[in-house]
Antibody
Framework: QVQLVESGGGVVQPGRSLRLSCAAS????????MHWVRQAPGKGLEWVAL????????YYADSVKGRFTISRDNSKNTLYLQLNSLRPEDTAMFYC??????????????WGQGTLVTVSS | DIQLTQSPSFLSASVGDRVTITCRAS??????LAWYQQKPGKAPKLLIY???TLQSGVPSRFSGSGSGTEFTLTISSLQPEDFATYYC????????FGGGTKVEIK
């Protein structure tokens, strides 16, 4: 069965960095576009970034552009999100999600359980 | 960037009620819209994609309609397990989510 398992979250000081991972199993990872989506405590969902199946295309929300980097290693079935220059407002649960079908036009059919990032001094 | 406005943001309803949630896009997005259900402490669950296509395994009481800038999610007869928060997401350009609609028990 399809599984996405995030890891790497934790408590970090403002200005520091963190790398999140999402281990995928149960499907051919290298053929799917993948997303990161976050949710601040008590708030709504915010799309963060996506990466094409081959890693060639990467898109970011304006709120994280220049600070976060999405990447993937298809040989390890793993998606990554490098978070730099973290701010208190980046505090959120971070989810990885699989885009349905070819491309990313049809939504995300599988989601991980999330990993919590807390930015605080 | 494309903004999505959901209404209402909060909805109080009873079991058996017909419920409709609206999602309006700031510009046309064709039918590149998805709907999700999220329960507290859980990841979102895909209900509808391409504006009106029911995701496999989702009960038929859920339906979606619309194209362009105005979309609706309808629950034909609200069940106890449907009390949750619902989000729309556009995928026409850089993805974005609506602000959510919380459906609570009346």
């Amino acid at each position: 069965q399809v599984q996405l398992v995030e890891s790497g979250g934790g408590v970090v000081q403002p200005g520091r960095s963190l790398r999140l991972s999402c281990a995928a199993s149960g499907f051919t990872f290298g053929t799917y576009t993948m997303h990161w989506v976050r949710q601040a405590p008590g708030k709504g969902l915010e799309w963060v970034a996506l990466i094409s199946y081959d890693g060639d295309k990467k898109y970011y929300a304006d709120s994280v552009k220049g600070r976060f980097t999405i990447s993937r290693d298809n040989s390890k079935n793993t998606l990554y999100l490098q978070l730099n220059s973290l701010r208190p407002e980046d505090t959120a649960m971070f989810y990885c999600a699989r885009a349905m079908g070819g491309g990313y036009f049809y939504g995300s059919d599988y989601w991980g359980q999330g990993t919590l990032v807390t930015v605080s001094s | 960037d494309i903004q999505l406005t959901q209404s209402p943001s909060f909805l109080s309803a009873s079991v058996g009620d017909r419920v409709t949630i609206t999602c309006r896009a700031s510009q046309g997005i064709s039918s590149y819209l998805a709907w999700y259900q999220q329960k507290p402490g859980k990841a979102p669950k895909l209900l509808i994609y391409a504006a009106s296509t029911l995701q496999s395994g989702v009960p038929s009481r859920f339906s979606g309609s619309g194209s362009g800038t105005e979309f609706t999610l309808t629950i034909s007869s609200l069940q106890p397990e449907d009390f949750a928060t619902y989000y729309c997401q556009q995928l026409n350009s850089y993805p974005s989510f609506g602000g959510g609609t919380k459906v609570e028990i009346k």
